[in-house]
């Protein structure tokens, strides 16, 4: 039920024609619940989109009413008039909204576009399908919202967990285009936990961090970039801020795997963890640096477990920001030490690559510190695929 598995939200998911395909492209997700807190993590690139611009606004004091989010269109890099229509989007769903009888200002609306950058939406089509949505609201819309946002996406990707009686379910879209940096790829996560602002706040911060920031497909951060997380209080259930914080990164984690899987003309989804570092951020600076080695990536598709290009790809981060001792690295790839101590290891060719996952390890031997990346690798359809590059 993905963003309506928590009480006291409505989603729903509508065709309205921005995409010539005839497919969902608008969709709208309302907070009905006693509590409107929100959090909103977005894009650090600095050229973004007009909706991130606002949405980032709107996030800003704790409190969002409802998001809008389309596909079909970036609604970036559109100059001033491209504020405007975001600005125009909020208040006409919340014109919608308020002639159902909520009481909703544009102010505590976000707002969401996804697609291809430097092309202005189709407003008239946009605000038809903002009130087609509004009146086909349901607690069962969760699927429908969705399929709405996807662009490149083969599935829709959801996720739900919880416990206690409080529930946290989200929805995201994204298969290229993936090197989130903040946080192409939108996410809505809803929860009818109660919790205070503060609370929401930094465990979207901290659940990002270790999961959506750390998907990396291809390198390339997008200007659109959002994660928006509503609670509406409406379980009456109020976790300790480390149990809520817990199952919300259990969602983003499981989200960050789909994105992974639909990655555009990927044949495989690859795992680097980086072990045994002097810190947390010198193992994720390691783990990025070989997931975003194309030489790395390549071989993974030519089912080679090429360690020299992971040892490599390593060695680029300088030692003030991983210090370890480049004699001593060990690889492991799918369980196979093909690389000791810097140098050759065990054979190379018992080495099974046949799988869709490729679990890489790297033992730095310089702290008690970790962290996992997950990329994939590049395959001749991953060309084809972005021929026309969204965001």
């Not at 009130?131 to 086909?136: I, K, L, Y």
Request: hydrophobic content about 45%; proline content about 3%.
């Amino acid at each position: 039920m993905s963003v309506t598995a928590a009480q006291g939200f409505v989603a729903a998911g509508v065709a309205a024609g921005i995409k010539s395909t005839g497919a969902k492209d608008v969709t709208v997700v309302v907070n009905d619940g006693p509590s409107k807190v929100a959090a909103g993590v977005f894009t650090t690139n600095r050229i973004e989109a007009a909706p991130v611009t606002w949405s980032r606004e709107v996030a800003s004091d704790g409190r969002v009413d409802a998001v809008i989010l389309n596909s079909g269109g970036a609604n970036a890099c559109t100059g001033p008039e491209g504020f405007t229509d975001t600005h125009r989007t909020a208040e006409h769903l919340a014109g919608a909204l308020q002639a159902t009888g909520r009481d909703v200002g544009a102010g505590d609306v976000a707002v969401c576009s996804t697609g291809l950058i430097g092309i202005r939406l189709p407003m008239d089509t946009l605000l038809a399908g903002a009130e087609a949505a509004v009146g086909t609201l349901s607690a069962d819309g969760g699927q429908d919202a969705a399929e709405g946002i996807m662009t490149t996406d083969s599935v829709a990707k959801t996720a739900v967990a919880g416990r206690d009686g409080w529930t946290v379910g989200g929805m995201a879209k994204g298969a290229g285009m993936l090197a989130p940096g903040m946080a192409t790829m939108l996410c809505v996560v809803t929860t009818d936990a109660q919790i205070d602002a503060a609370t929401a706040k930094a465990a979207l911060a901290s659940a990002v961090s270790r999961t959506l920031n750390r998907v990396d497909s291809d390198g390339c951060m997008s200007t659109n970039d959002t994660v928006l997380l509503m609670a509406s209080g409406a379980s009456g259930a109020s976790p300790e801020a480390s149990a809520f914080e817990a199952e919300l990164t259990d969602v983003l984690a499981s989200l960050s795997r789909q994105l992974v899987a639909d990655a555009e003309g990927a044949a495989h989804d690859i795992a680097v963890t980086v072990e045994h570092a002097t810190t947390e951020a010198a193992a994720e600076a390691v783990a990025r640096a070989i997931t975003r080695s194309n030489l790395f990536k390549t071989a993974i598709f030519g089912n080679d477990p090429n360690w020299g290009r992971i040892i490599s790809a390593a060695g680029t981060v300088p030692e003030s920001v991983a210090p370890f001792d480049p004699r001593t690295i060990d690889v492991s790839v799918n369980g196979v030490q093909v690389c000791r101590d810097a140098g050759v290891g065990d054979d190379r060719d018992l080495v099974d690559l046949s799988g869709r996952e490729v679990h890489v390890v790297v033992d730095l031997k310089a702290g008690v510190a970790s962290a996992t990346v997950w990329t994939n690798d590049l395959t001749h359809d991953y060309v084809h695929e972005n021929s026309a590059y969204s965001s």
